[in-house]
Structures are given as structure tokens and as C-alpha cells.
């Protein structure tokens, strides 16, 4: 059986403090709006006890393409300015939904119809919101 290496940071869980001005959060917001990415929104869970990490972005793309689109691009983004590589991707192959997490920082990418069915603002309404607009 081959052995398939894993990129250096990946399945690793970082110790490094997690903060919306920090470049991984940076790179992020920078590679949703590079692809037009839609009602950006930030949900600090770093307080909530059942969190499965310390931030969700939330965004909507228009297309099962657009989607992909900002996916890529945020890998894009964060590979370049911190080296660092998802640790899990989901929701390629229909692309209603894609999730990239980065463990400590997970972004849901959706289309609008998927977004206002799962409502994940609303599941998560304890935790603090930040709308993001591009620069």
C-alpha cells in the first residue's frame, strides 16, 4: 500500500490563539470576497463550552460554481500566507454546501437556499456575530 504524505500542518490541531485579527481569520474573509462572497458573517464560539471550535465564518455564493470558487480561494489564500492546509473539506461533489476547516476556524460556504434552511446563525445565536463587508 502507498503511503500518501499529509501536508506538514495538517491533522494537527494548533496551539496557536485563534483571534479575528489573525492571518489565518485574515486570509479567509480575503479569499471570500475575492470571489464575490456573500453575507459574511463571523460567529465567536471561543465561549460556548459545546463548540467545535473557536470560530465559524458563514457565507452564501449564488452558484454551486461560485462555491467551489471561494473555496479555492480561501485555500488559496490562508496556504499563502500561513502555510497552513485544511485539515477536512466536505460538500464538493453537490456544492449546496462546502465546509473547509481549518480546526480552530471552520467556514460554511452556502447557497442561499441551504443557508436559510439550516439556519446555523440561529443554532448558534449564544455565540457573539460579526457581519464582515468587503474593503
Request: proline residues 4%; hydrophobic residues 40%; negative net charge.
Amino acid at each position: 500500500m502507498k503511503n500518501i504524505a499529509q501536508p506538514p500542518q495538517a491533522g494537527i490541531r494548533s496551539q496557536q490563539r485563534i483571534t479575528r485579527q489573525s492571518k489565518l481569520f485574515k486570509s479567509i474573509i480575503e479569499g471570500i470576497f475575492d470571489k464575490k462572497g456573500e453575507e459574511v458573517i463571523s460567529l465567536d464560539l471561543r465561549k460556548i463550552q459545546e463548540s467545535v471550535a473557536d470560530f465559524f465564518i458563514i457565507c452564501q455564493a449564488s452558484s454551486s460554481t461560485q462555491v467551489k470558487a471561494i473555496a479555492d480561494s480561501i485555500e488559496h489564500k490562508v496556504q499563502e500566507a500561513t502555510g497552513e492546509f485544511p485539515y477536512r473539506q466536505e460538500g464538493f461533489q453537490h456544492a449546496k454546501w462546502v465546509l473547509v476547516d481549518y480546526v480552530n476556524v471552520v467556514i460554511h460556504i452556502m447557497q442561499p437556499e441551504t443557508r436559510a434552511f439550516y439556519q446555523l446563525e440561529e443554532m448558534w445565536s449564544d455565540a457573539p456575530a460579526e457581519l464582515h463587508h468587503s474593503s
